[in-house]
């Protein structure tokens, strides 16, 4: 007999798969890692979850494809744009939703035949990518392009609160990408060390995927919601 369907079970495990599959990944690669292996990890987990629902599953995972040309287009935008303060911010906003938007496509294509309104599901990729991605896309082009960072003012105190002593900061952020020696006050005042160190590396990958993916997982069991109802008549 199948179990019934949990809907704050479904979320909890979309939500907190998606921010350990970031965190792992960026733990164990970094950058491409974030790029690769967290794209096709959440492929396979998501899929996972709604195998009940989908009849190949592992469809769900070619939807990483739409991801990258979601991709394609932030890196594009990156390059062509001319970088003027006061639009960066809402530049990188406008390239997380479009990434949430074409990879909502892919995975509503999928879902097509098992979900009523299902195109419901571009929409909250897009808003979860905005709110959970744009941040970060924001934060990575600004440190490329050696502009300010606004959200150190947040991150630094935060992380500091997390390695309060230099033996702390050297032992957690060995592993990171350092060439140079550390700062001899305290390596988070710099912020090249600050986001160099994988630690806050992990951290601010994990927040992320924390954001998406608990409006994505949200909006899942509302659609999955939508479709037990017609099912039912």
């Keep these: 007999m199948a179990r019934s369907f949990n809907p704050v079970l479904f979320w909890l ?15 164990l690669f970094n950058v491409f890692g974030l790029l690769v292996v967290s794209s096709i990890g959440l492929g396979f987990w998501q899929g996972w979850l709604l195998r009940r629902w989908l009849p190949i599953w592992r469809w769900w995972v070619v939807t990483v494809g739409f991801g990258l040309v979601g991709l394609g287009f932030v890196i594009i935008l990156a390059l062509v744009l001319p ?15 479009v990434m949430g938007a074409t990879i909502g496509l ?9 979900i009523p309104r ?15 991605a744009s941040w970060v896309i924001d934060l990575t082009l600004r440190l490329a392009f050696n502009m ?7 991150i630094r105190p935060l992380a500091q ?5 230099q033996a702390v900061i050297h032992s957690v952020c060995r592993y ?28 601010i990958a994990f927040l992320s ?10 909006g899942m069991v509302w659609l999955l919601g939508k479709a037990a109802v017609r099912q039912a008549h």
């Design 13 to 27: 495990q979309w939500t907190l798969g998606t921010a350990v599959i970031f965190a792992i990944a960026v733990a």
């Design 83 to 97: 970088l003027s303060e006061a639009l960066f911010s809402l530049r990188s906003v406008f390239a997380g939703t």
């Design 106 to 114: 892919g995975q509503a294509l999928v879902l097509r035949q098992q």
């Design 118 to 132: 299902v195109y419901w599901w571009i929409l909250i990729s897009a808003v979860a990518l905005a709110l959970g």
């Design 148 to 154: 300010e960072v606004p959200y150190t003012r947040l």
């Design 161 to 165: 609160s997390l390695l309060p002593t």
């Design 176 to 203: 990171s990408e350092f060439s140079v020696p550390p700062p001899s006050v305290n390596p988070l005042q710099d912020p090249n060390w600050l986001y160099g160190c994988r630690a806050v590396n992990v951290g």
């Design 209 to 218: 995927g924390l954001i998406g993916g608990a409006i994505k997982g949200g």
